[in-house]
Structure formats: C-alpha cells, structure tokens
C-alpha cells in the first residue's frame, strides 16, 4: 500500500466514527427527552439524566471544535505551502509536487476527537446506569 492509501484509510474510519458518534449523541439525547416530565407546560429533565444529557451535549460540541479546528488549522498549512511553492515558481526553481507538514498541528484536533468520543461513551454509560435504576 501507498503511503497516501493508509491515510485516506485512516480518515475515511475516523470520519465514520465521527458520524456514527454524533448520531449516536443525538439518540442518548432523544432517550433521555422520553424520560421528561412536563409540570405546568414546563418541560423538566430527570435530575438523574442530567449528567448523561450534558455529556452527549458536551460530545456534540466537542465535536464542532474537532472540525473548526482542523479547517481553519489546515486552510493555514494550505495557504503556506501554497506560498512557498510560489516563491519556488518565481525562483525558477522546480517545485517539489509533495509538502511535508508540522505534525504537532494533528494534535489538538486527535484531542478533539478523542474527547468528543469519550464524552458519548461515558454519557451512555451513566444512561444506561439511570436506565437501570429507572426501569428495576
């Protein structure tokens, strides 16, 4: 294998875990929505689903800051390679047709991205937990 196909393979399973992740968040959501009380046309949330709820939540925008992240993190690596290889171009110098990159630049997006599933996983369990205590 290519060094290019490990990598379109290792983002194409990242990328689907990142949306089984969010649809997944979304469900924890929607199970603790059934398990709502409403007291004078005011919606209340079990206080024992609170914590799984602010964790899928907490997923969810860990999520958003995995993306943002890596976006504008990347457009940057972009804009100066594109950059260099101008100024190589202008130079008359043969430009080379791959860039290396700084690999400390994937670690705050490997943090995002390994909070994000974390806050889901622990969120089901502590829903599975209340679940539990709830139904028996």
Known sequence: MRLSDYKE???SHTSTLSNINRSIAF???AIVWIFKRTEVEVVVIDEKFLLPLLLF???LCFDMLHYIYQSVAWYIVFRKKEREYQQLRNNSA??????EHEYWITYPAWTFFAIKILCVIVGFIFLFIKLFDHIF
């Not at 043969?94 to 860039?99: R, V």
């Open 27 to 29: 469900a924890g959501i």
């Open 57 to 59: 939540i907490s997923g």
């Open 9 to 11: 393979t290792y983002e």
């Open 94 to 99: 043969n430009p080379p047709d791959e860039f």
